[in-house]
């Protein structure tokens, strides 16, 4: 099988000089091995996808220079690659999951479970307490549990892999997460069972996306391997952060892709700045991404994260 890549943003936000960076690092990748590039769709997350955003995404990332083979504006084998439009194929993995045992209905709210758990110092969330899991579930349980979230039952075991980028991990999902959630009471598709089932079926067989999505990893594996399939190769791209030391966020509007374009900055000068910046250029001069492919490494790319200056347009006009 020859190699597939991906970038699969959630069009929730213009993209930023964070986002433009690992979709060069992942089109990089897969060019220089010969593959082939999917745009995926991430638009589960109904309240907060932007209309048209998804369109403007992709018209700002081929301004960069960037393209991709398959697409919700290309189609291709493996359509549709809007996750909206992908509902039966996650409830045929939920029905599999549930023949093999791993899944269980749980109705307790979040208030609820702050009651029974109590977070570990400095921890977000306090992973789901195995003793929350049912003994014993009727047949036909999945179908009779539409007010009821859907969690996955995660080993107590240690998941190791190697990032291309950040090295060897080993996590125990059971100690930081617990059984965790693949369908929401409110019906929405969590992200940790879309990108894992889509991944699978689009035979995606490298997966590179920012360092933020590290502590997902292990859980997309467990799951992985309970449907059967085979992880794919991980990378995980460190972020950029504004001038402050903040990650990016909807207040940085002067760090997005469009209104450094709108700035008069011309593409040549971002790719050369995203490709200087993950290490594949000495100094930021222009160029296309097309023209880094041959030197593309994995070894080059470094794991810290990228602080970006306050007049990156500035900076790029000079
Ligand atoms: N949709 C996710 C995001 O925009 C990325 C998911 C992934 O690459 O696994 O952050």
């Not at 758990?117 to 009727?138: D, K, N, Q, V």
């Not at 930081?176 to 940790?192: H, M, N, P, S, T």
């Not at 000068?269 to 594949?280: C, E, I, K, N, T």
Request: proline share 7%; aromatic share 8%; glycine share 8%.
């Amino acid at each position: 099988m020859s190699s597939r890549g991906r970038y699969a943003p959630s069009p929730t936000g213009m993209i930023h000089a964070g986002n433009a960076r690992t979709a060069l690092a992942a089109w990089l990748s897969a060019r220089s091995r010969g593959g082939a590039f999917v745009w995926r769709l991430e638009d589960l997350d109904e309240p907060r996808v932007v209309p048209g955003m998804a369109e403007a995404q992709m018209a700002d990332l081929a301004w960069l220079g960037l393209d991709w083979d398959e697409g919700p504006d290309v189609g291709g084998p493996f359509a549709p690659y809007a996750q909206s439009q992908r509902s039966a194929v996650y409830e045929e993995a939920l029905r599999r999951l549930a023949a093999a045992g791993r899944l269980f209905p749980c109705r307790l709210s979040r208030k609820d479970l702050q009651a029974v758990a109590s977070a570990p110092h400095g921890a977000e969330e306090a992973p789901y307490p195995a003793s929350l899991r049912p003994c014993e579930l009727a047949p036909g349980w999945l179908a009779e549990s539409r007010d009821a979230a859907i969690r996955f039952r995660v080993d107590a075991r240690p998941v190791s892999f190697v990032d291309r980028v950040q090295g060897q991990i080993t996590e125990r999902v059971d100690l930081a997460v617990g059984d965790f959630v693949l369908k929401r009471r409110d019906g929405l598709w969590a992200y940790q069972l879309a990108v894992v089932v889509d991944d699978l079926a689009m035979e995606i067989d490298e997966v590179v996306r920012g360092a933020d999505l590290l502590a997902s990893t292990a859980r997309q594996i467990q799951l992985i391997e309970a449907l059967g399939g085979t992880p794919p190769a991980y990378a995980h791209v460190p972020l950029m952060v504004n001038a402050r030391g903040e990650k990016l966020s909807k207040r940085d509007q002067g760090l997005t892709l469009r209104s450094l374009r709108e700035a008069g900055v011309a593409p040549e000068a971002v790719a050369g700045y995203l490709a200087f910046s993950l290490g594949l250029l000495d100094r930021p001069e222009p160029c296309r991404p097309a023209d880094l492919v041959p030197a593309f490494a994995w070894e080059r790319i470094g794991r810290a994260d990228w602080v970006l200056p306050e007049d990156l347009a500035g900076e790029l006009r000079r």
